[in-house]
């Protein structure tokens, strides 16, 4: 059973850093396509960064473009998110997700972790 935990979420005022990690246990990590998505209070999921299994392509949303940086450890199995010059806009529960090799759809999920930005 693949399992994906994460953490690092907080209350922030704006323009600080948070940096969110995500655990995955359970499954192949380093064959995982990876991404962030986040869900604002009445909004949709919206992707918010992508990486490619060796992490060496990454794409992300225009909102977060070059205020975030996707990262991951395969030898830690461990996806990270680095957030600098949070806005109040960024406000929202992250979650991670992992879509498997030759797959469409992310099939795995995190619970969700909650980032709250302060204006």
């Known amino acids: 059973q693949v399992q994906l935990t994460e953490s690092g979420g907080g209350l922030v005022q704006a323009g600080d850093s948070l940096r969110l990690s995500c655990t995955v246990s359970?499954?192949?990590?380093?064959?995982?396509?990876m991404a962030w998505f986040r869900q604002a209070p009445g909004k949709e999921h919206d992707l918010v960064a992508r990486?490619?299994?060796?992490?060496?392509?990454?794409t992300y949303a225009e909102s977060v473009e070059g205020r975030f940086t996707i990262s991951r450890d395969n030898a830690k199995n461990t996806l990270y998110l680095q957030m600098n010059s949070l806005k109040p806009e960024d406000t929202a529960v992250y979650y991670c997700?992992?879509?498997?090799?030759?797959?469409?759809?992310?099939?795995?999920w995190g619970q969700g972790t909650r980032v709250t930005v302060s204006s």
């Open positions: 997700a992992a879509r498997p090799r030759g797959m469409g759809s992310y099939d795995y």
């Open positions: 359970g499954g192949t990590f380093s064959t995982y396509i």
């Open positions: 990486i490619n299994a060796s992490g060496r392509d990454e």
